[in-house]
């Protein structure tokens, strides 16, 4: 996962900033299926859902620029298809949005997510709590194992880390690939229990040390093959 620079597209108005009130940050993450060269240049870049349209067409330019490295085969790198996950902050700015990308990371994605079953014991008593989970995936992008690992915070229960388990051992990813070949991967889901509505935003994550806010929709891959290696805060945008 690529972590540590800032992009800021300063120069691309998104959204007009509408009404009296204060405009406050807003928070987005966003994916693209992508395709690289053997040199690890983008040769196809499609977006992953079909929401926020405009955004992705004005961010897509600049992330065209952007030079990965792929896999090797038999020694010698392979055109690679990887998804790539962009967390990104509109900030109110003269009466428009600027758009700062916080992280960028490559690897696998959700297929199918089925939603955990929340525990009776904990919704009755209206205990909550972060999870995450390390998963590993076979080359077809079904999992072969889920277990809890320390990192949420405030800790869930150990009945609430079970149904997390028991529902991420049936969803799906799509994997990696190189060459056109799926490649088996390990990936830590994020998952945040709450009874209360709003409560998901008390949920942290001890990642490299720090305590942070996930998006739970989103993985952190831990062996992605395709890594990021343009260095972005440098970029003419």
């Known amino acids: 996962m690529s972590r540590g620079f800032v992009l800021l597209l300063s120069s691309i108005p998104v959204l007009a900033v509408a009404g009296a009130a204060a405009p ?5 993450t966003m994916s693209w299926s ?8 983008i040769t196809a870049l499609a ?14 330019p600049s992330i065209r620029k952007w030079q990965f490295t792929t896999g090797k085969v038999n020694g ?13 902050t509109l900030e109110p700015a003269d009466g428009l949005y600027r758009v700062r990308v916080r992280d960028a990371a490559t690897g696998p994605r959700y297929a199918t997510m089925t939603p ?30 889920a277990k809890p690992i320390d990192g949420g915070l405030p800790k869930a229960g150990s009945d609430i880390e079970r149904a997390a388990a028991l529902a991420v051992k049936h969803w799906t990813f799509t994997p990696e690939t190189i060459a056109g070949h799926g ?13 209360y509505p709003g409560g998901e ?10 305590e942070v806010a996930l998006d739970t929709q989103s993985l952190v891959a831990m062996n992605s093959v395709v890594h990021l290696v343009t260095d972005a805060t440098k970029q003419e945008l």
């Open 76 to 88: 010698k790198p392979a055109p690679a298809q990887t998804t790539l996950t962009v967390h990104i």
């Open 116 to 145: 955990p079953k929340y525990p009776d014991g904990a919704l009755v008593s209206r205990r909550g709590g972060a999870v995450m989970l390390e998963v590993d995936y076979d080359a077809a992008g079904n999992v072969t194992s």
């Open 24 to 28: 406050k940050p807003i928070d987005l």
């Open 47 to 60: 977006p992953t859902v079909q929401t926020n349209q405009e955004l992705y067409q004005r961010l897509e």
């Open 201 to 210: 935003s008390a949920c942290r994550w001890r990642v490299d040390g720090a």
């Open 34 to 41: 992508l395709s690289l060269d053997a040199s690890g240049a």
């Open 183 to 195: 490649l088996a991967g390990v990936v830590r889901v994020p998952l945040c229990f709450s009874a």
